[in-house]
């Protein structure tokens, strides 16, 4: 990747052919990591929902903001 400065506010970037060579493997890397990355979180939201069930827990909810950022477990 060539990158040019045209004024002190924006830069110019142009991929050379390495770089266009390289830029699918990149996104494949990317996705395949955020795919991986989803289902780790999706497996473990199935398994903590499974524990509260067993713990007879009926509602869950989550909640956030600036003054309290914290799971908020109701029966």
């Known amino acids: 990747m060539k990158i040019e400065n045209l004024n002190a506010r924006s830069v ?4 050379t052919p390495k770089g266009v060579e390289e830029k699918p493997r990149k996104i494949l890397e990317y996705v395949s990591k955020s795919y991986r990355v989803i289902k780790l979180i999706n497996t473990h939201i199935k398994e903590v929902t499974q524990e509260y ?11 956030s903001s600036d003054k309290m ?5 109701q029966n």
């Not at 110019?12 to 991929?15: E, I, M, N, V």
């Not at 069930?53 to 909640?63: N, Q």
């Not at 950022?69 to 477990?73: D, M, W």
Request: hydrophobic share 45%.
């Open 12 to 15: 110019k970037y142009t991929l």
């Open 53 to 63: 069930i067993k713990k007879g827990i009926k509602s869950i909810v989550l909640g």
């Open 69 to 73: 950022k914290e799971i908020v477990v």
